[in-house]
Each structure stands twice: as C-alpha cells, then as structure tokens.
C-alpha cells in the first residue's frame, strides 16, 4: 500500500531571510510529534516499510512510503499524527539537531565537483525577489538565523489539510479510504488558505553568460532558458524537443558533438518542470583541450537548425516511444517517483486533476513537428544564460546575507492550530498492526536452450514488460586478473555501440523505437546484459539484444571515442570524494595482486585503459561471454512456451565460436593486516571529509553471511542504525553514515563510511572507532530491541521489496550467482526470524576493530594534524592514484 502525501509548499514559498525553511522542516518532520516519541521512521521499520522518504523542490514537500495493507492505520497515525500533533514536539534542541544535518547536506552536495553550479544558475535565471532565485535547500546564514518560533509559524500557516494531498493506491477501495481518512484526518482544522504565487516563467529577452572556477578535471557547459510552466502544453512539446535535440544515445547534440567531432565527453538536454516557470537545460562536458567557445558554437548550430527545419518524423515518433515506454515502466511501481501514487498526487497539486497525466501523454502522443517546432521557437530562440565552469582553484560562492525576515500574520495562523477532538485515541502512541501477508516471492520455471544456457522464468503481469538478465559468470572485474586492468568493464560497456554491422547511432535509434532499453556491465564476479522490452515488440527487441551479445562490432573508431570518454570518466572519479576513496580502497584491503585489487568501480587506471585495443575486447568477448553455463533470468508478462522459441531462435546456435571458454578465476584468501592503518587523501578546499573504515568479511556464500548481514544492520545498514543515530542525529556531523558489506565471490569488502564537515573529521573517526569497538567486542552488544527492529526491516519489508520485475530478476540471478536454492528468499526469511541476539552478537565479532583500514578524503591542512593525534593507526599520505606522498 501506497501512502503518498503532498504538501503544496515549496521553497518558492519562503519569504526574505528564510530560504531553506520548506527544506528545513521536511527535516523537522521526521522527528517526534507530540503523540509519538522517537524517530518518525522507528515504528515504520516495525511494519516492514520500503521505499519511505521526503523531499521538497521548490513548488512542494512531499512525503511517502509503501507499506503492508495490514499496516495502513499505522501509517495513517503517523502521517495525521506529525500534521495536527506537531509544534509541541519541535523544540529549539529539535530545530537545532536538524538545522545541523540540513546544513551538513548542503555542504556535501557544494563538496562535489561542479557543486555550486546551480546555485550560481538559479541566481542569474531570476531576479532577486523571484521565488527561484534562492536554491531549495537555503543560504548557511537564513539556516543560522532561524528562530524557533520562525519555524512554529512555518508549519502553521503551510500544513494544514487544506494544503495537502493524500494518495492512497493498493488493495483498497473509495470507501475504506475515505473512512479511515476520515477517522484519522478529519478532526484537524483546515490553516489558512496561503495564496500560490502567480506564474511567472521570468523570460529573459537577452543571451548572458558567466564563467566560475573550480576543482574539477574538465571543463563543463551549462545552457539554460526560462521556459512554459507545468500545466502549459508547450512544456510537453518543449521536452520532446529536448529529447530529439539532446535526450537519447541518438541525439542531434550526441550524433555532432560526441560521435562526429568528439568535442564532448557527455551531452544532454532535459526540461525541469515547476509551477511557475520551468527550465530547458543542456549539460555539456567538454574534452580537455577543447576549448568550450568550440562547444558552444556547434551547440548554436544545431539549436538554430532543429527550430529552423523541425524534427524530422522518425526523430519524433522515436522520441514518442521512449515517453510511452517510459510512463508504463514506472507504473509498474505503486509508490515512489514515477509510480502511480505519485503521479496521481503530483497531477492534484499542480492542476487539480488527479488524471492530467493522460492530458500530458495525449499531448506526446498528437503534437506534430510543426508544433514541437513552434515551442521551441518560442521559448528557446532567446534568452540563454550560460555558465562555463573551467578547472582552476574554486570560486568562492558568495553567501547571501540574512535577510530580513518578512512579517508573519501571527493571530490568523495561529488560529489554524486549535484542533478538534480527535476521532483516535492519541493518548497512546502508535499501535502496530498484529498479522502481516506472507511473502509470495513468484515461483521459477527452467528450460535449457541449445547454446547451453539456463533460462530461469519468473512470470510477472502487472505491465506489458519483459526484463531479460543474461549472466556470465567469467566475464566480472576479477576477470581482469591477467589482463589489463579495466577489461572487463571496457568490453561490456562497448557491446552496445554498434552490432552486426549498426553503426552506434543506427543501434540506439533501433533501441528507441521499439521503446527498448539494453546494456551490459560488469560486477566483481561476473557480467551481465539486460533487456528491457515491451511485450508488444519482444521478437525484434531480443533479436536486437542477441546481435548485441553475439555480434558486437568493436569498430575501432567507436572504441576511440568510448576510450576517451571513460578515461575522462577516471578524472571525475579521481575528482569526487566518495569515488576517489573507493578506487584506491581496494589495494588497500586485499593486496596488490588480487583479483579483487582494482577500484571498485571496475573502471581500471587511465594507463591501462589508453593501452586496450581491439583485439584485447575480441579475446575478452571470445574467452569469457560464453553461452554454455550462462544463465538467462526472465521475468514479465510472459510464458516459458513463449519466450523458449523466442530464445531459441536469436540464441539457440551461439557456440562461443567454438574455442574453450576462460573458466573463472579463483579467488584466493586475502589476509587482514596486523595493525590499523590510516590513508589521507589531499581534497584542497574541501567542506567535507570523507571517512571510510574497511575490512574483509567471509564471502557471500559463508553459512554465516546472513548472521553477519544483520549484525552490520544493527551497527550501520539502516537510518535507524547507530552509526547514523550518533553521528547525524546526536551529533549533527553528518547528513548520513551506514555500513554494509557489497557481495563477492571472495571474501567482501565491509565499509563504514560518513561525510562529516571539516572541523569534527577526528572527532568522528573517534566516534566510528567507538561504536565499531563496542560493537564487535561485546562491550555494547546488540539489544533485543535492535535486533528485532532489523529483523523486521528484513522481513517484513520482503512483499514490498519485490514489487518490480526488475528487483525479482536481480534477486534471482545473485541466487543462480551464488549457488543458493530457489527458495533462498523464504530459507533466508526463515533464518533471520529465528536469529537470536547472542547469535547477532557473535557475527559482530567479525569485525576486528583493531584491524581496519580507514581512507579518509579531505583537505589535509585541516584534517591532518588532528588524524595524526587520534593514534588509530599509522598515517599515510596518498595520490589520487593510491601512490604513497613522501612528507
């Protein structure tokens, strides 16, 4: 069951020296309310609840999750709960904590490469006094000056009933809803009607432009215009535009400037709808050495040439389909964005109709190319802003000053927040439901194609789409071993750059007309290529699938620019925090060497990259994409008596060429080091650091994995987890830490990470030192609390947890992976309701706490001195690359 709500506020809403309050208090929100004490999320982690969160743009706030039907009131509580029962819960120590978390998110997200960007756009898009002109999440200084009664008349005067939106979509009928809506709503006073700002798109009638610095590894251009409103049919058009011109692997922006004159390294075009006026936006990331004038002149050329000649037919009827495909795909999902709750409620905040999405598809699907013509030569034919960001020491963003609150009409919004008697009783908190559904997880069917391979069906109906897995359990990064490093990657990130004789762009055009969506990648031990096909055009859409899996052309032309591209692609890992940590974590943990020993994001170093070459993909393709035990996972809107003759006659000759396969690569044991260690990553400038602690942990297919799973769930796999609670919501360091171990083969790397701000780097690692000790000890064990909590969040959340063919596919290919049986789910569901805390405890002992090895990513003239003095361990000095820094 789908629980959506939707607040119609926004930070288009907050008034002078209050930006960041819509944000703020979507924070606030999940904290206590005067009924319920705790965390917002504790009693949902209970009733098993998944894809739960909040978030706020700048038109609305919106909060949502999915959770059994039988706990439908628990929800209905909770959400009528933190609506009519706030205030008298939100105290300064209340406003304090979360003013500290939102503050540590926007420093998190300026700590990227490329961070400040949209702050600067929002800035020159719209005048001061314009309700985009401030970004949604706030300056640093409104945040600090928030008052606490600031906040109280926030809420009172934007979240009230009348200003909200409640979905309700699963097993449940009007009657039912609107009784127990009723019951659980009805009793809270409508506030008063604040009035929506009037549209105002802000058209600019003149082209301007801005250059920033910043720590990034190549320059990228931003194009921007002030564009028609949500509700405005040119905004439907104007996102077809966007989808001819610069939207798909086929764009005229992607045919010029990557494939033609590979100028770029990526382009896109894309609309950002909102109320008031939207945005039409190209993202250009230039290659070095090209100078972006150069860029921005081909941009110019093809903007002119598509609003001077239209789209051509196909062009638009290609784009029509990546839209309809699009929208069926995410109904699939009954919560969530793009899933049903959500289009319902988005549809009544912004029109009133709950159903305008149809209004929406009908325009995709009628416009003609002399309309999509016209928008764009209305909206886009002049005022531009653009901002090229160059690679340099970053520019300081300016920090707008605290502006002077506006006045609030404190005894009209006040008088909002005297509630009738409730229809609940709320002397007592939340009750939680006493029975939940059983776990049907589909039953899985097999047949064996003549090529050798496995096809495992699981039979889904809800949408008209068909996912196809094919797993190669030689063709993962530890295939690398003996190769060049990057290989395997390289080699399935290519496959669908052209096959049997489609150059790059004729492939992607065939893809997007069958309204298909195919790839392949690579984890640790083994490959895979995916399908996504509407069942109406499964024939041709596996027809093209088994060309790209069996015929890859590997044109050396496209392998030179997919070359450049992804070493571009190492800079910017190079450049981020989080990704710069993980490429060197490896090494670190198992050893040089090892087959698991290359970055985690398997995309090699530039030196090897630079260094493949074509006959390197064939032999990769030839030893390790092999037919003969591959398994082939289907899950959708199918038969095995439909989809084997389907298989069979695309697949079913696939020798593998006839040469012996590569078997798979032993992976050996890797010993832990004899001592903690402390590796520092120089990021001048930095806000954040980036703090991970790793180990190695038994494989995934060890008898006491799942043991092990919920340990860490206790310690870090959850919000409500104590790594997360200490360091975000006690201490206010972070915006988020968790924990977790990725699954392998070999023994899996465990990582406990966090972003903290700059100044309490030391102090944090102490704190994450603390709890893992304590932890893994025995000194502070798991409580019988905790550990039914993540029980629960384990199992009850499973009905949920499988609500989309791709989830069931991805569940059923780790199960083939792994050796596990069919009904591991239900075994592995079994285990952990019988799990006791003793048995939790021991699994904590895994975790040798006076052996990790920590990676931290900040600026050293800052973090340095105070690592050093902590005495975790010895400290060293590293590049990006890993490389030792002599000090």
């Known amino acids: 069951m789908a629980v959506n709500l939707w607040y119609h506020v926004g930070s288009k809403d907050e008034p002078s020296g209050r930006s960041g309050f819509a944000h703020l208090f979507e924070h606030l929100m999940f904290q206590s309310s005067e009924n319920h004490d705790g965390e917002f999320f504790a009693p949902f982690k209970q009733v098993g609840v998944t894809d739960q969160n909040g978030t706020t743009n700048t038109d609305r706030t919106n909060y949502f999750q999915n959770v059994p039907t039988t706990a439908l009131d628990t929800a209905l509580w909770m959400e009528s709960d933190r609506m009519g029962h706030l205030l008298g819960a939100v105290d300064q120590a209340a406003l304090d904590e979360q003013r500290g978390v939102v503050q540590n998110e926007k420093r998190q997200g300026e700590n990227q490469p490329y961070g400040q960007a949209w702050t600067k756009l929002m800035q020159a898009l719209y005048p001061e006094g314009h309700p985009y002109h401030h970004t949604v999440i706030g300056s640093m200084n409104d945040l600090d000056a928030a008052a606490l009664e600031d906040v109280h008349s926030w809420f009172r005067a934007w979240y009230g009933p009348n200003n909200a939106v409640l979905v309700l979509a699963g097993d449940i009928d009007a009657a039912t809803a609107r009784e127990k809506v009723e019951r659980y709503f009805g009793h809270i006073p409508a506030g008063p009607d604040m009035a929506q700002p009037e549209v105002d798109v802000a058209r600019r009638t003149r082209s301007t432009r801005e250059t920033m610095h910043d720590k990034v590894p190549q320059p ?30 086929s764009s005229r922006l992607d045919a010029r400037l990557l494939h033609r004159d590979k100028l770029v390294d990526s382009i ?251 790839g392949a990648s690579s984890g640790l031990d083994a490959g895979t290529a995916w399908l996504s096909a509407l069942s109406s055009r499964l024939d041709d859409s596996i027809a093209l699938f088994a060309d790209m899996l069996r015929r890859p052309d590997f044109d050396p032309g496209e392998i030179e620019r997919v070359r450049a591209t992804w070493i571009a692609d190492i800079a910017q ?49 030839r030893a390790q994409l092999r037919p003969e035990g591959a398994t082939l996972v289907v899950v959708g809107d199918t038969s ?90 006690d201490k206010h360091w972070s915006y988020g830490a968790r924990s977790g171990a990725s699954g392998a083969l070999g023994q899996r790397p465990w990582l406990a990470s966090a972003p903290v701000q700059i100044d ?36 009850l959340s499973l009905p949920g947890a499988y609500e989309t063919a791709a989830s069931v596919a991805s569940t059923i290919a780790a199960n083939v992976l792994y050796g596990r049986p069919d009904d591991y789910v239900v075994r592995r569901k079994a285990e952990i309701e019988a799990m006791t805390p003793a048995q939790v405890a021991e699994a904590a002992r895994t975790i040798d706490a006076g052996a990790l090895t920590w990676v931290v990513v900040g600026d050293l003239s800052q973090i340095e001195a105070p690592v050093r003095a902590l005495g975790l361990g010895e400290v060293v000095v590293l590049d990006a690359d890993g490389k030792p820094v002599a000090r």
């Open 573 to 621: 890992e190079k450049a981020r925090p989080q990704t710069a940590a993980l490429r060197v974590l490896p090494p670190l943990l198992y050893g040089e060497g090892h087959p698991y020993a290359m970055p985690f994001t398997g995309s090699g170093t530039e030196e090897s990259i630079a260094s493949l070459t074509r006959d390197d993909l064939l032999a990769f393709h």
């Open 268 to 518: 896109s075009a894309g609309t950002y709808a909102k109320q008031l006026g939207s945005n039409f936006i190209i993202v250009a990331n230039v290659k070095q050495g090209v100078d972006p004038a150069t860029v921005e002149a081909v941009i110019d050329e093809e903007i002119d040439r598509l609003l001077a000649e239209g789209p051509g037919a196909e062009e638009l009827e290609r784009a029509r389909t990546v839209f309809r495909a699009g929208f069926i795909r995410g109904i699939e999902r009954i919560g969530g964005f793009g899933g049903k709750a959500d289009a319902l409620a988005e549809c009544t905040v912004y029109t009133g109709d709950p159903g305008c999405f149809r209004d929406s598809l009908r325009i995709i699907d009628t416009s003609t190319a002399a309309e999509v013509q016209a928008a764009g030569r209305e909206w886009l034919a002049r005022g531009d802003h653009t901002l090229v960001v160059l690679p340099g020491e970053r520019t300081p963003l300016a920090e707008d000053p605290a502006g002077t609150p506006a006045p609030w009409d404190l005894p009209e919004v006040a008088a909002r927040y005297t509630t009738q008697t409730p229809a609940v009783d709320r002397s007592v908190d939340v009750t939680l439901p006493e029975s939940f559904r059983e776990l049907q997880f589909p039953d899985v069917e097999r047949a064996t194609l003549a090529n050798g391979t496995t096809v495992v069906l699981a039979r889904r109906t809800g949408v008209p789409v068909v996912q196809l897995r094919y797993q190669f359990p030689g063709a993962g990064y530890s295939a690398d071993a003996g190769r060049k490093v990057g290989t395997a990657g390289f080699a399935m990130g290519v496959l669908d750059e052209g096959a049997a004789g489609l150059g790059a762009l004729e492939f992607a055009d065939r893809a997007e007309a069958l309204g298909a969506q195919m």
């Open 760 to 795: 309490k780097t030391a102090e944090a690692m102490a704190e994450m030192q603390r709890e893992i000790a304590g932890f893994a000890s025995g000194e502070a064990p798991p409580t019988v609390e905790e550990v039914e909590r993540i029980r629960a969040i384990n199992t």
């Open 640 to 729: 095995l008596d439909a989809i084997v003759p389907l298989l069979e006659k695309h697949f079913g000759d696939w020798s593998g060429g006839g040469e012996a396969g590569t078997a798979a690569v032993a992976i050996p044991p890797a010993a832990r080091p004899a001592a903690p260690r402390v590796f520092l990553i120089d990021q001048p400038g930095a806000v954040q650091a980036n703090i991970y602690a790793g180990q190695l942990v038994p494989s995934t297919t060890d008898e006491g994995s799942v043991r092990f799973d919920i340990a860490n769930g206790v310690l870090g796999g959850d919000f409500t987890a104590r790594l997360n609670m200490n360091l975000r919501e």
């Open 220 to 249: 990228r251009i931003y194009r921007v215009w002030n564009v028609a409103e949500v509700g405005n049919d040119d905004l439907e058009r104007l996102q077809l535009l966007a989808q001819v011109l610069g939207g798909s692997r």
